[in-house]
């Protein structure tokens, strides 16, 4: 078992910058991705970013690639979202998630262990 906790989300303004943080604990060892989701009021969940623990490979929705960046801390156990240029759009619960396989990088499918979420509001 794998046990996710995000910290860092709030309320911010149009324009400003955010860093989600994401504590991975349990079986950590083995961990192959890990990968940030959102859920905007009324839409379904949608890939942000992913990354391979062991290489540091990188992953993006394209609609964020640019604005978000995702990073590792294998010393910590934690993976970073860091979020620029907020919009109001980029309001959402998000999620930090992890799997032990490489299949369904950027697919809900792909990630057995969820995090609790949480919310990132941005007004305009």
């Known amino acids: 078992q794998v046990q996710l906790v995000e910290s860092g989300g709030g309320l911010v303004q149009a324009g400003d910058s955010l860093r989600l943080s994401c504590a991975a604990s349990?079986?950590?060892?083995?961990?192959?991705?890990m990968g940030w989701f959102r859920q905007a009021p009324g839409k379904e969940r949608e890939f942000v970013a992913a990354?391979?623990?062991?290489?540091?490979?990188?992953y993006y929705a394209d609609s964020m690639k640019g604005r978000f960046t995702i990073s590792r801390d294998g010393t910590k156990n934690t993976v970073a979202l860091q979020m620029t240029s907020l919009k109001p759009a980029d309001t959402a619960i998000y999620y930090c998630?992890?799997?032990?396989?490489?299949?369904?990088?950027?697919?809900?499918?792909?990630?057995?262990?969820w995090g609790q979420g949480t919310q990132v509001t941005v007004s305009s």
């Open positions: 998630a992890a799997d032990r396989e490489s299949r369904g990088m950027r697919q809900e499918e792909g990630y057995t262990y």
């Open positions: 349990g079986r950590t060892f083995s961990v192959y991705k």
């Open positions: 990354v391979v623990w062991s290489s540091g490979s990188t």
